[in-house]
């Protein structure tokens, strides 16, 4: 199995990133990788309360277990061991990366589960913008099949405006817009990615994304990693996902410690 990633990271790429705020990059992850861990998403499907914590989405329609790498197996294996971790200091531009949390999403053949528009900064405690989500596809993921959705250049609209969406109109700078409404906006740019088994996906904590139901007779199978890069801060607030066993600390510290651990380093 891969440590390294299998092909290079370009110019092109990192550029793409700072642009978009939405990269894919293909091949990154070789067989074997795929193989191992499409067999454990399997395992976390059939009893998810013994590998991780289910995440919000978790229901009949879609496997969405976290904090699978906590555990020794597969999962903390491939956070510690796989090219993630360099793939996505190398984008980003950061010289460290910790871990945060990974998030399992499977949606068997014929779910109706929609993903409504979001981004992930809603949830998170912390500020900084070197939070990415990566997202590694462990099956085909097509329209059909329920891809996800990007607004390439949004990350840089909310970042001129200081947006940061919440779960409700209450919150922050309110609920994220149904940009489902808004297809026809001659300034949304709406962009997709056909993915085969370890293609990657990465994209900034202030991307919306969303994704439709699985209409195919086969599972779409993604496996997220959310990382921290340099910039990462403390910033706990009301509404904000909690991080199991850890207490808040002191808004404005990096996060540190056992359940932070550092998994690449730019030497």
Known sequence: ?????????????????ALDGVVVL?????????????????Q???????YGIPGPSQGNDMTSVCHMWRKPGEFRDFVFNSPAAEITGKIIGS??????????????????????????ATAWPVTGEQVPNLWLSLTKANEQSGRVE???????????????????????????????????????NFVSFDLDPGDVVLFHPLMPHHSKGN???????????????????????????PIPDV???PAGQQPQGKYFPILWQNT
């Open 1 to 17: 199995m891969n440590k390294h990633p299998l092909r290079k990271i370009t110019s092109e790429h990192k550029q793409t990133y």
């Open 95 to 120: 010289s460290t990366i910790r871990m945060y949390h990974d998030h399992l999403f499977i949606k068997p053949p014929h779910s109706r589960k929609i993903m409504r528009w979001h981004h992930d």
């Open 26 to 42: 293909r091949g990154m992850f070789d067989s074997d990788w795929i193989k191992l861990m499409h067999s454990a998403a399997e």
């Open 150 to 188: 990007f607004l390439a250049g949004y990350p840089k609209y909310c970042l001129d405006n200081n947006i940061v969406y919440g779960f409700n109109n209450d919150q922050a700078s309110g609920i994220c817009p149904d940009f489902e409404k808004r297809r026809e906006d001659p300034n949304l």
């Open 215 to 241: 209409s195919s007779d086969k599972p779409r199978i993604g496996l997220a990693l959310r990382l921290f890069g340099d910039d990462v801060l403390w910033s706990p607030a009301s509404h904000k996902a």
């Open 247 to 249: 207490e808040q600390l």
């Open 44 to 50: 976390v499907m059939a009893n998810p309360t013994a």
